[in-house]
């Protein structure tokens, strides 16, 4: 049974349909990386799991479960994101922004609380900026607490949206090293990127997606070396020319 | 003109009747901060739900809105005190309360500080930017929580310096009062120069009075630009 399972979804803004009937499965422990061009609905597909973004055709299921049979809130706790511009809260400092969903939405003890912070921003390599605020923390620090966030949460699954697209070149590094980490501790993840080192080496799937459709999915070798589809070679081999 | 007003025996029926004038200071900044306080218990929801709320509750607080910005806060003040107790309504009979003018005067500066203070709010909410918005809800954490946890701590941060202004503006009004006889500082500057033989010290109780409500508005600003500084996020804004 597939941790998480999409089924024709479709989402349009207004008249602009920006999702045609988009599915596909993942398995528990999957690293599955979405590329494709901006505007070819990525994102949008992304926002669509934790329902930031309700979906007008198709369906999404968690476990089996459909996610609109479910409570939003239950459903987020489950399936954490990471923001391309980080969305900490900037009224916090770093552990306070670890702090405030275990304290709030899993009802843990403050102190309790505080160790898991920790815990968590340790392994992201931030205990010593613990008590810094978010405008005090270079870009990759702050994206690598936004993990920390989502990660203490202890969810099933955890979309990444663009972690790495607001960082400064040198800034990405570090990001990547923390997402490595996690794919190679059986973290299930569903990242939206344009890292195409992190596609080949940590993906378990690629899928190309453009204009709001699947193209191509499978195994990211395939992808990469013998793609069925000329869309998909030119995307990825221009891609892989920048990086 | 010099020998008629600011004559210093003028000045000393000021001073000797001080305590008389202290009570009516400590009668303003009362009225001040009951009025405050209910503009903003009522203004920071009315301000969310303009934000956040559905369609129809905010058209309601709009409406509610536009009603109390645009009465002149004499006419709320008395209609308040004069409207609230006549028979057909009861004295409000249920609480068994009387209006007294303290009452009165805050209703009405406090339900016309709250339509304004809801602006305050509304802006100061608007400028948080959405992301902070996404970022509590994608950990699981209802609208409400969100509001409470993440937009309102640093909503009433950026309220502050509008914050101010509804201040000093409640301050001041707080001598409408003076329509419905309550024993505030221009109701007792009146009592004071309206005595047999006190005419000629009419500047000198007005000069008075509003060097007071100098002194407070100046005194409340400073500490609000302290609370300000003090509160700031460290590192500024996102």
Redesign the interface.
Known sequence: MSLLRLEDVEKSYGTEEVLHGVGFEMDTRDVDVIVGPSGSGKSTLLRCV?R?TEIDGGSIFLDDEDVHAMD??????RV??V?Q???????RTAVGNVT??LT??LDLPSGEAHDRAMEYLDRVGLAEQAD?????LSGGQKQRVGIA??LA?DPELILFDEPTSALDPELIGEVLGVMNDLADEGMTMLCVTHEMGFARSAATTLTFLDDGRIVERGPPEQLFDDPEHDRTREFLGDLTEIH | MAGIVLQSSDWLFVASNADFLLLGTIVTVLLTITSLSLGFLAGFPMGAIEVYGPDSLRSVVGTVGVVFRGTPIVVLVVVLYFGLPIPQLGTVPALDIQVTPFLAATLALGLRSGAYQSQVFRGAIQSISE??M?????????KL?AIR??IF??AI?RSIPGFQNEFTIVLKDTSVAFAIGLAELLTRAENLYLQPGRGTAVMEVILTITAIYFVLTVATNRTLDRLHDRYA??????
């Open positions: 934790n930031l939003e809130n239950d459903l987020r706790r954490g994101m923001f511009d980080f969305n900490l809260f900037a009224h405030l969903g709030e939405v810094s605020y978010p405008a005090e966030r989502s949460m | 992301g902070q996404e970022g509590a809800r994608s950990i699981g954490m209802s929580q946890h993440v701590p640093q941060r996020i460290p590192g500024g804004n996102e």
